[in-house]
C-alpha cells in the first residue's frame, strides 16, 4: 500500500528511508512481523536508485574479507572507521548471498557471478546488475 493518508494501522516494524538500507532492513524485519515502510517523496526517490558503479565484496577465488579489509583501510589513508570497514567487509559475501537469494540478478559470464576489479582493490570483487545501473535494477 502506499498511502498519504492518515494510517491508523498498528505495525510491527517501522522503516523510516526506501533506500537499499531500509528495504533491506524491511525485508529481514518482514520475516518476524508486519512492516511500514516510512519515506518522504517517492519511494524510489533515494540515492541508492542512482548507485552506477556496483557492490564490492570478497566473493571471488582468492579473495577474503581480510584481503578486502586491507585494500579498504589503505585506500581510506587513515580516514576509515576500521571497525565500520570490518563490519563491512566481514559481512559482504553473506550480505551478497541474501541479495541473490532475493532476486537481485547479479551480472553473470559463463554463468558465474561477473567480478570487476578497479580502483583500489587488489582482487576482481565488483558486482554489477545491469552493468552501471546497479541501483535502478529491479529484482526478478
Ligand atoms: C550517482 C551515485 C552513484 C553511486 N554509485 C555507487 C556505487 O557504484 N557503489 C556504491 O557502493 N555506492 C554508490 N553510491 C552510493 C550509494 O548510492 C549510497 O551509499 C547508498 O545508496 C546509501 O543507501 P542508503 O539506503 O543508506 O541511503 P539512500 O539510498 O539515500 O536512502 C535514504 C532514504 O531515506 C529517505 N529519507 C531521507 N530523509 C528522510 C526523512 N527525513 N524522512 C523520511 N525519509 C527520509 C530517502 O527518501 C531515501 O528513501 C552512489 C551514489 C550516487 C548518488
Given at each position: 500500500?502506499?498511502?498519504?493518508?492518515?494510517?491508523?494501522?498498528?505495525?510491527?516494524?517501522?522503516?523510516?528511508?526506501?533506500?537499499?538500507?531500509?528495504?533491506n532492513t524491511a525485508l529481514l524485519a518482514a520475516e518476524h512481523g508486519s512492516v511500514l515502510v516510512v519515506t518522504k517523496g517517492r519511494i524510489d526517490d533515494c540515492?541508492?536508485?542512482?548507485?552506477?558503479?556496483?557492490?564490492?565484496?570478497?566473493?571471488?577465488?582468492?579473495?577474503?574479507?581480510?584481503?578486502?579489509?586491507r585494500d579498504t583501510l589503505d585506500a581510506g589513508a587513515g580516514l576509515c572507521d576500521p571497525e565500520a570497514v570490518g563490519v563491512l567487509?566481514?559481512?559482504?559475501?553473506?550480505s551478497i548471498a541474501g541479495l541473490i537469494q532475493w532476486g537481485v540478478p547479479f551480472d553473470?559470464?559463463?554463468g558465474?557471478?561477473?567480478l570487476g576489479r578497479e580502483g583500489?582493490?587488489?582482487?576482481?570483487?565488483?558486482l554489477r546488475a545491469g552493468?552501471?545501473?546497479?541501483?535502478a535494477r529491479e529484482a526478478t
Amino acid at each position: 500500500m502506499t498511502t498519504t493518508d492518515r494510517d491508523t494501522t498498528r505495525y510491527d516494524y517501522i522503516i523510516i528511508g526506501s533506500g537499499i538500507a531500509g528495504l533491506n532492513t524491511a525485508l529481514l524485519a518482514a520475516e518476524h512481523g508486519s512492516v511500514l515502510v516510512v519515506t518522504k517523496g517517492r519511494i524510489d526517490d533515494c540515492n541508492s536508485r542512482y548507485a552506477q558503479g556496483g557492490i564490492a565484496a570478497a566473493i571471488g577465488p582468492g579473495d577474503s574479507a581480510t584481503l578486502h579489509e586491507r585494500d579498504t583501510l589503505d585506500a581510506g589513508a587513515g580516514l576509515c572507521d576500521p571497525e565500520a570497514v570490518g563490519v563491512l567487509t566481514g559481512q559482504g559475501p553473506d550480505s551478497i548471498a541474501g541479495l541473490i537469494q532475493w532476486g537481485v540478478p547479479f551480472d553473470t559470464i559463463h554463468g558465474q557471478i561477473a567480478l570487476g576489479r578497479e580502483g583500489a582493490h587488489s582482487m576482481p570483487r565488483i558486482l554489477r546488475a545491469g552493468g552501471d545501473a546497479t541501483g535502478a535494477r529491479e529484482a526478478t
